[in-house]
C-alpha cells in the first residue's frame, strides 16, 4: 500500500502544481475544445497502449516488470516486480487502462501550456491509432478471406 500512496502522491503533486501554475499564467481554458478532447482521448490510448504494452519500451520497464509472454499483435504481458514501490510502479508500467489517467492528466496539462504542439503531437498519435485499428481489421479481413 505504501507504494501506491507514494504514486499517488506524486499524482496529485502534478495535478496541483499544473493546475496553479496554469491559473497563474491565464493559459487553461475553461473548458477543452471538443475537437482537443477527442484527439487527446486517441493519444492518450495510443500512449498508454505503448508504455505498457510495446516490445521495444521493454527495457525502460524492465526495472519494475519480468516478462511473461507475448500478448497480441506487436504487445508483450508482462508482470509486476516484487518491493514495495517497484510493485506499484509495475503495476501502472504493465496496466494500460492505469495509464490512461496519468497519461491523459498529462495531455491535459500540455494542453493548457502548449496547445500548439500539443494539437500536433495528438494528432500524429491519433492517425498512428487509427492505421493501427486499420491493419487489425486487414488482418481481420485477410483471416476471413482464408477460411
Known amino acids: 500500500m505504501a507504494g501506491y500512496a507514494v504514486l499517488l502522491g506524486g499524482y496529485t503533486a502534478f495535478v496541483a502544481a499544473a493546475a496553479v ?8 481554458p475553461s473548458r477543452p475544445e471538443f475537437t482537443d478532447l477527442a484527439l487527446l482521448a486517441v493519444a492518450t490510448f495510443r500512449v498508454s497502449r505503448t508504455l505498457t504494452k510495446d516490445p521495444i519500451l521493454a527495457p525502460l520497464r524492465a526495472p519494475f516488470t519480468t ?23 509495475g503495476e501502472l508500467l504493465t496496466c494500460p487502462f492505469c495509464m490512461t489517467q496519468w497519461t491523459g492528466t498529462a495531455g491535459l496539462a500540455c494542453l493548457a501550456f502548449f496547445p500548439e504542439p500539443t494539437r500536433w503531437v495528438t494528432s500524429g498519435l491519433s492517425a498512428v491509432a487509427a492505421a493501427d485499428a486499420l491493419q487489425l481489421g486487414y488482418a481481420q479481413l485477410q483471416q476471413a478471406a482464408q477460411e
Open 21 to 28: 501554475a496554469a491559473r497563474r499564467r491565464g493559459t487553461a
Open 67 to 89: 516478462y511473461q509472454s507475448p500478448a497480441g499483435p506487436g504487445e508483450v504481458m508482462e508482470a509486476p516486480r516484487a518491493g514495495m514501490l517497484r510493485h506499484a510502479i
